[in-house]
């Protein structure tokens, strides 16, 4: 879709709506767009906007959709592109951004519109976001949208319900409600010069490997980019030998530009490689400390990025299980007697956390080693018999699990 760039349109508008339909249209990532070069050359406060429209549509897409399609000839029609998302733009800004004057709202959702490829579906914009405005003006009886709260609307059903089954319906609703704001950061550790910006979750999970063993003399971070959690072992474990694996080519050879800009991370030594099947060059048994963070559907950071609901199908479910299996049995293979591995994802879901953690220690080659004394206090609460689980609006972060492993010692 390429926008005409009107004059009528902001620039801050028109590269939302470039970027939705990047998101839509592909599996590119919003955060990675946010960050092109394109947005970068906006203006600060065109570039704050952009991104409120981008991550505000994603995460209340499905809300959005339920509140325009009612009002549709034909509920069930087929939108042009251009037209749903100019839609969904506009709706958003409705009813979510009061600092957004309704009319510049509805205007320049039209002409996005017009502008994107669908002149035919301009007087539909216009016609449904001026009902949207009456209707909030001057509410109904019976409202737009409700038999859920419209932050458990814009979650599918499906894992709303997985949630409700698995933690409770209060703590499923504050789930969505935290999914539905830009997440908290600086709450559980205090910056500290030299370290790498992160979300607290994964600065969680970096802080819990490196102090699970004293002194180690190798280490290994099975799935390292974009390189964050590396970075802080590295800091924290300059003696140590740290070898990085990663899948991706284009996203190794990024992390290796980013540990060479730092004196604290350069010994950090990069391996492109497959964890589900290790290079003969990563020996069985020659680890002392091992972070394994696997892949994972990454339902704990929908805040963070809340594309990933709208692609997440519950049958994606256990090929990913499988596959952090997988990965972790060949991770724990790698461990030297007596060493640790910590295991953990973003992921709420108990199949790819502890559910995987029994099925690759099946064996009884390793124990399970209680984590609790290494975190901070503002997230005791979440350690659950040994393991780590930080759940979104019960603690001030990401949706975060971890467990610690340690192999037996034969010595």
Not at 1 to 24: C, G
Not at 231 to 259: F, G, N, T
Not at 379 to 387: E, L, M, N, R
Request: glycine residues 4%; aromatic residues 4%; proline residues 8%.
């Amino acid at each position: 879709m390429k926008s005409s760039n009107q004059p009528a349109i902001s620039p801050a508008r028109d590269a939302a709506i470039q970027i939705l339909y990047r998101v839509m249209s592909s599996a590119a990532h919003s955060d990675d767009l946010l960050h092109s070069p394109a947005v970068n050359r906006l203006s600060a406060e065109d570039r704050n906007l952009t991104t409120a429209l981008v991550l505000g549509v994603l995460r209340w897409q499905l809300q959005l959709d339920a509140v325009l399609r009612p009002m549709l000839q034909r509920p069930d029609a087929e939108l042009h592109d251009a037209a749903l998302l100019a839609l969904r733009l506009g709706i958003f800004q409705l009813l979510h951004m009061d600092r957004i004057p309704p009319h510049a709202a509805i205007h320049e959702s039209v002409e996005m519109a017009r502008a994107n490829g669908a002149p035919h579906a301009a007087g539909m914009v216009n016609a449904i976001l001026r009902r949207v405005q009456r209707e909030k003006e001057t509410p109904r009886r019976t409202p737009l949208v409700v038999p859920l709260t419209p932050e458990e609307q814009a979650h599918p059903e499906w894992l709303l319900s997985r949630w409700r089954k698995n933690f409770g319906n209060a703590v499923a609703r504050r789930i969505a409600v935290y999914d539905q704001q830009e997440p908290p950061s600086g709450q559980l550790y205090t910056p500290e010069e030299g370290l790498p910006q992160i979300d607290d979750g994964s600065r969680l999970i970096a802080e819990i490997t490196a102090a699970s063993v004293t002194n180690p003399r190798r280490i290994l971070d099975c799935c390292a980019a974009p390189g964050g959690k590396t970075a802080v072992l590295a800091i924290r474990h300059p003696q140590a030998e740290i070898i990085a694996c990663d899948i991706s080519p284009k996203r190794l050879e990024a992390m290796r530009k980013r540990m060479d800009r730092s004196e604290s991370t350069k010994h950090v030594k990069t391996l492109l490689a497959d964890m589900t099947a290790p290079p003969s060059t990563l020996q069985a048994g020659s680890f002392d400390l091992i972070l394994c963070d696997a892949p994972c559907s990454g339902t704990g950071t929908l805040a963070r990025n809340p594309e990933i609901r709208h692609r997440l199908r519950e049958s994606d479910l256990p090929r990913q299980a499988d596959r952090q299996k997988a990965i972790l049995t060949q991770a724990l293979r790698l461990l030297a007697p007596g060493g640790r591995l910590v295991y953990s994802t973003c992921s709420l879901e108990p199949e790819e956390n502890l559910e995987a953690v029994k099925a690759a220690t099946a064996s009884g080659a390793y124990r399970s080693i209680d984590l609790a004394s290494l975190l901070p206090e503002s997230v005791t609460s979440a350690a659950i018999d040994g393991t780590l689980r930080t759940l979104p609006g019960t603690q001030p972060c990401d949706g975060f699990f971890a467990a610690l492993l340690e192999k037996a010692d034969t010595a």
